[in-house]
C-alpha cells in the first residue's frame, strides 16, 4: 500500500521563477495539506485542501496557491519565488471522516533550492 | 513568534538509558499534543499524542506527560535504541476545531541514542 508520494523530490529554480510541486495521497485518503520546512526549523502549515477547495490556510503569501484534483492528488504552486522560498515541502494526506489530528500521513518532501 | 518552542537542539543518551525530550508552548488554546520521528530522507511520522485532559499518555517504550499550567509537555523514551535516532518534533493542534486540525510545530531535537 503506497504512502504519500511526491514529486520531484530536489529542484532548482533561480529567483522570480515560478515552481510546481506535485503529491499523490495515500490510498483512500481524499484530504490534502501542504507544509514549508525550512532549514533547522519544523513545518509550517501552508494550507489543507478537501473537495477540491481550500479549506484552511496560514500565514503565507497569496503567491503560494494550490489545487486539489477529482483524484484527490494536489498540487503546490509558487509563483515569483524568494531565495527565503527554499526549503522542504511536506505534502499530508488524511480522510476526513477520520478524527484526531494523529491521522496524518506525510510524504518524504520536495527540496526546493531558489538561488 | 514561535507557539510551540523545543529548546533544546539535541540530545545524546547511552543505549538502554532514559531519553527526556521537553516542549514548552505558549497558545493556551491548544488542546492537543503530538509528538512526530522523522528520519533523513523520510517524512515525519506519528508517535504519540495526548489530549489537553489528560497528563500522561503511554505507548510501550513511549511516555507523553503534559503539564498544562507550566505549559510544558515531555516525552520519555525508556530503554533508548539506537534506532531512536532521529529528529524529534513537538506538534499542537486545536482539536476542537475538527479532523484533520492544522499542526504547530515546533523546532525539532535530535536525539542521538549511543550504543
Known amino acids: 500500500d503506497a504512502g504519500v508520494t511526491q514529486s520531484p523530490t530536489h529542484l532548482i529554480k533561480t529567483r522570480g521563477q515560478q515552481v510546481t510541486l506535485r503529491c499523490s495521497p495515500k490510498?483512500?485518503?481524499?484530504?490534502v495539506s501542504w507544509y514549508q520546512q525550512a532549514l533547522g526549523q519544523g513545518p509550517q502549515f501552508i494550507f489543507q485542501?478537501?473537495?477540491?477547495?481550500?479549506?484552511q490556510r496560514g500565514n503565507f503569501p497569496d503567491r503560494f496557491s494550490g489545487h486539489q484534483f477529482p483524484n484527490y492528488s494536489s498540487e503546490l504552486n509558487v509563483n515569483a519565488l524568494l531565495l527565503g522560498d527554499s526549503a522542504l515541502y511536506l505534502c499530508a494526506s488524511s480522510r476526513n471522516e477520520d478524527s484526531g489530528a494523529n491521522v496524518l500521513t506525510f510524504g518524504a518532501g520536495s527540496r526546493l533550492t531558489v538561488l | 513568534d514561535q507557539q510551540v518552542k523545543q529548546n533544546s537542539p539535541s540530545l545524546s543518551v547511552q543505549e538502554g538509558r532514559i531519553s527526556i525530550l521537553n516542549c514548552d508552548y505558549t497558545?493556551?488554546?491548544?488542546?492537543?499534543f503530538l509528538w512526530y520521528k522523522k528520519y533523513p530522507a523520510e517524512g515525519p511520522t506519528f508517535l504519540i499524542s495526548?489530549?489537553?485532559?489528560?497528563d500522561k499518555n503511554e505507548d510501550g517504550r513511549f511516555t507523553v506527560f503534559l503539564n498544562k499550567s507550566a505549559k510544558h509537555l515531555s516525552l520519555h523514551i525508556v530503554p533508548s535504541q539506537p534506532g531512536d535516532s532521529a529528529v524529534y518534533f513537538c506538534a499542537a493542534t486545536l482539536f476542537n476545531t475538527g479532523a484533520n486540525s492544522k499542526l504547530t510545530f515546533g523546532k525539532g531535537i535530535t536525539l542521538s541514542v549511543r550504543p
Open positions: 490510498s483512500g485518503h481524499d484530504t
Open positions: 485542501y478537501y473537495e477540491e477547495e481550500e479549506r
Open positions: 497558545n493556551s488554546m491548544f488542546d492537543y
Open positions: 495526548i489530549s489537553s485532559i489528560k
